[in-house]
C-alpha cells in the first residue's frame, strides 16, 4: 500500500531543499553582482571601467550607472539603494558638502590615490603664474573660466574663487569632455584660456599647463577615495576586498587614462588591464 503521508513527507524536504537551494543560489548571485555608480570625469570613468573590466575577468558581473556626484552620494546613502560603490570621492575638502550631508551613511572603504589638487589652469605660453593676475587680463581670457558640471566640487570652489578674488570672470558650465576640447582648441590656435583644472586629468600628459598660483588657498589638496553603501562589505566580500586594495600611483593612473582616452573606456580599461594583470589581480 502506498504511505501518503511519508510520500508528504519526502516531497515536502524534497521542497525545502529545493527551495533553500534556490535562495542559496541567488544569494551567490547576488554577492556577484556589483554596481558601479560614476561621475562623467576622466579619472573616475576610467577606474570604474577599469573595475567592471578586472571583476568579470572573475565572472562578477558588474553594471556602471553615469550620475552627478551628489545624485551618487545621495543614491548610496540610501537604505535600498541601486548602486554598491563610487570610487572618486574627492575628500576631505572637494566633496565635503556631500559628506557633511550623507556621510553618516557610507562607508569610506580605502584610498586609491593620494595628492588629488584643483585649481585654475592656463597654458603654459600663457605669462601670468597667479589668480591675482586675472582681472588685468580679462580681455585676453574673454572674461571666462571655462568650468564644468555644476555639481562638481570644484565648480564650487570656483565660484568662491571668482568670490574672494573679485574676479571680474564668468564661470562657464560645461562638462569635463567640453573643457579639454576648448583647451585644445586654445593651444593649437595658441590663444589664452583659463579653466578649472585637476590632477589626476590626462589633460596634464596631453598639453603643457600650469596651475595659477593660489595665494588664498581656495583650491585643497584631496585624497581619491572609494566610498560604498552600508553592508556592501558584508553582502559582496569578494568585491569589497577587490575596491579596498584597489590603489594607483600618478604615473599608473595617467596611462589608464591615456589608453581609455585614445582606445574607448571599454577597450582602454581592458588594454590596460591586460598589461597590468598582476598589479590588478593582487586586489582580489
Given at each position: 500500500?502506498?504511505?501518503?503521508?511519508?510520500?508528504?513527507?519526502?516531497?515536502?524536504?524534497?521542497?525545502?531543499?529545493?527551495?533553500?537551494?534556490?535562495c542559496n543560489s541567488q544569494?551567490?548571485?547576488?554577492?556577484?553582482?556589483?554596481?558601479?555608480?560614476?561621475?562623467?570625469?576622466?579619472?573616475?570613468?576610467?577606474?570604474?571601467?577599469?573595475?567592471?573590466?578586472?571583476?568579470?575577468?572573475?565572472?562578477?558581473?558588474?553594471?556602471?550607472?553615469?550620475?552627478?556626484?551628489?545624485?551618487?552620494?545621495?543614491?548610496?546613502?540610501?537604505?535600498?539603494?541601486?548602486?554598491?560603490?563610487?570610487?572618486?570621492?574627492?575628500?576631505p575638502h572637494t566633496h565635503?558638502?556631500?559628506?557633511?550631508?550623507?556621510?553618516?551613511?557610507?562607508?569610506?572603504?580605502?584610498?586609491?590615490?593620494?595628492?588629488?589638487?584643483?585649481?585654475?589652469?592656463?597654458?603654459?605660453?600663457?605669462?601670468?603664474?597667479?589668480?591675482?593676475?586675472?582681472?588685468?587680463?580679462?580681455?585676453?581670457?574673454?572674461?571666462?573660466?571655462?568650468?564644468?558640471?555644476?555639481?562638481?566640487?570644484?565648480?564650487?570652489?570656483?565660484?568662491?574663487?571668482?568670490?574672494?578674488?573679485?574676479?571680474?570672470?564668468?564661470?562657464?558650465?560645461?562638462?569635463?569632455?567640453?573643457m579639454v576640447a576648448s583647451?585644445?582648441?586654445?593651444?593649437?590656435?595658441?590663444?589664452?584660456?583659463?579653466?578649472?583644472?585637476?590632477?589626476?586629468?590626462?589633460?596634464?600628459?596631453?598639453?603643457?599647463?600650469?596651475?595659477?598660483?593660489?595665494?588664498?588657498?581656495?583650491?585643497?589638496?584631496?585624497?581619491?577615495?572609494?566610498?560604498?553603501?552600508?553592508?556592501?562589505?558584508?553582502?559582496?566580500?569578494?568585491?569589497?576586498?577587490?575596491?579596498?586594495?584597489?590603489?594607483?600611483?600618478?604615473?599608473?593612473?595617467?596611462?589608464?587614462?591615456?589608453?581609455?582616452?585614445?582606445?574607448?573606456?571599454?577597450?582602454?580599461?581592458?588594454?590596460?588591464?591586460?598589461?597590468?594583470?598582476?598589479?590588478?589581480?593582487?586586489?582580489?
Amino acid at each position: 500500500m502506498i504511505n501518503l503521508k511519508k510520500i508528504s513527507g519526502l516531497l515536502l524536504a524534497a521542497a525545502m531543499v529545493f527551495g533553500l537551494g534556490s535562495c542559496n543560489s541567488q544569494k551567490g548571485n547576488d554577492a556577484l553582482k556589483v554596481t558601479i555608480l560614476y561621475p562623467n570625469w576622466s579619472e573616475g570613468i576610467a577606474m570604474s571601467h577599469l573595475a567592471k573590466v578586472a571583476l568579470e575577468a572573475d565572472s562578477f558581473e558588474v553594471e556602471l550607472i553615469n550620475l552627478e556626484p551628489g545624485l551618487i552620494f545621495g543614491e548610496l546613502s540610501k537604505e535600498n539603494s541601486k548602486g554598491d560603490v563610487f570610487l572618486d570621492a574627492w575628500l576631505p575638502h572637494t566633496h565635503a558638502p556631500y559628506w557633511e550631508d550623507y556621510g553618516d551613511d557610507l562607508v569610506m572603504m580605502g584610498k586609491i590615490f593620494e595628492g588629488g589638487t584643483t585649481g585654475l589652469v592656463v597654458p603654459s605660453y600663457v605669462p601670468i603664474n597667479s589668480i591675482e593676475e586675472l582681472n588685468a587680463h580679462k580681455e585676453q581670457f574673454d572674461g571666462e573660466i571655462i568650468g564644468i558640471g555644476s555639481g562638481a566640487g570644484i565648480h564650487a570652489a570656483t565660484l568662491r574663487a571668482i568670490d574672494e578674488y573679485e574676479l571680474d570672470f564668468e564661470q562657464i558650465t560645461s562638462s569635463g569632455p567640453a573643457m579639454v576640447a576648448s583647451i585644445q582648441r586654445a593651444v593649437r590656435d595658441e590663444s589664452w584660456i583659463v579653466a578649472t583644472g585637476w590632477k589626476p586629468h590626462y589633460k596634464w600628459a596631453n598639453f603643457d599647463l600650469k596651475y595659477l598660483e593660489d595665494p588664498k588657498g581656495v583650491y585643497p589638496t584631496d585624497y581619491i577615495g572609494v566610498v560604498s553603501r552600508k553592508g556592501f562589505e558584508e553582502d559582496k566580500p569578494e568585491a569589497a576586498r577587490f575596491f579596498k586594495n584597489f590603489k594607483l600611483s600618478e604615473e599608473q593612473l595617467y596611462a589608464l587614462m591615456d589608453a581609455v582616452d585614445k582606445n574607448g573606456e571599454e577597450a582602454g580599461a581592458k588594454a590596460w588591464y591586460k598589461a597590468n594583470k598582476a598589479l590588478v589581480d593582487g586586489w582580489k
